[in-house]
Each structure stands twice: as structure tokens, then as C-alpha cells.
Nanobody, 124 residues
Framework: QVQLVESGGGLVQPGGSLRLSCATA????????RGWFRQAPGQERERVSC???????VYADSVKGRFTISKDNAKNTVYLQMNSLKPETTGVYFC??????????????????WGQGTQVTVSS
């Protein structure tokens, strides 16, 4: 059974920080790529970041320099450190896994497994 569970979301003021976690079971970070997607109100779901099995990373232009994706293979957990948060960051963040390739796919259709999402709200 494959399971992805996000945590760490919440309400934060602009300029603040949050750390999202994605704990997984049934799949291994040594063999797949993991992505973080954001769905903002009234917007399509978009990829925020991705990390490959060998540690290569990709970031959306909107978060470069502020977000950092990482993983702990032993814990089978992926993290997204979010700093200097802006109101535009608000949305539901989803963790997803692509078990068919070792590259970072941009489209959500390339990811086979998804978590339920965690809400991130940036507001003063």
C-alpha cells in the first residue's frame, strides 16, 4: 500500500517561514522522484519543486531563493522549507511521487501517487 501524508501547513504572517513534510510508505525515495504542487484559490495546480532519486532539484521561478526541497531517504520523508512567505504563496500544498522515472516531471499527470494536501495561508 502506498501512502503519502503531508504535514506542517498552517497560518503564517508575510515574511514568515513554514516547513512542510511528506511522510511516505510503500515507495522508496532511492528509486523515484518527489514533487510539491500548489493549488491556489481559483488557480490550476502547479509544481512548486521537485527532487530526484539522486538529489537533483527543480524550483518554480516564483519560489527560487526562498524555498528549499530536501529529503531523508532513511525516513522516507520529503521536506519543503518555505521562507520569506508572501500572500501569493497561499494554497493547498500536495506531495506527489513519480515512481516510473528518475527525472523531475513538470506535469501532475506524470505523478502516480498523491497525498491529501496541507493548507498554507499567508496573511497579516
Amino acid at each position: 500500500q502506498v501512502q503519502l501524508v503531508e504535514s506542517g501547513g498552517g497560518l503564517v504572517q508575510p515574511g514568515g517561514s513554514l516547513r512542510l513534510s511528506c511522510a511516505t510508505a510503500g515507495i522508496n525515495l532511492l528509486y523515484d522522484a518527489r514533487g510539491w504542487f500548489r493549488q491556489a484559490p481559483g488557480q490550476e495546480r502547479e509544481r512548486v519543486s521537485c527532487i530526484t532519486s539522486d538529489g537533483r532539484v527543480v524550483y518554480a521561478d516564483s519560489v527560487k531563493g526562498r524555498f528549499t526541497i530536501s529529503k531523508d531517504n532513511a525516513k522516507n520523508t520529503v521536506y519543503l522549507q518555505m521562507n520569506s512567505l508572501k500572500p501569493e504563496t497561499t494554497g493547498v500544498y500536495f506531495c506527489a511521487a513519480d515512481v516510473t522515472g528518475s527525472y523531475c516531471a513538470a506535469s501532475q499527470s506524470d505523478y502516480e501517487y498523491w497525498g491529501q494536501g496541507t493548507q498554507v495561508t499567508v496573511s497579516s
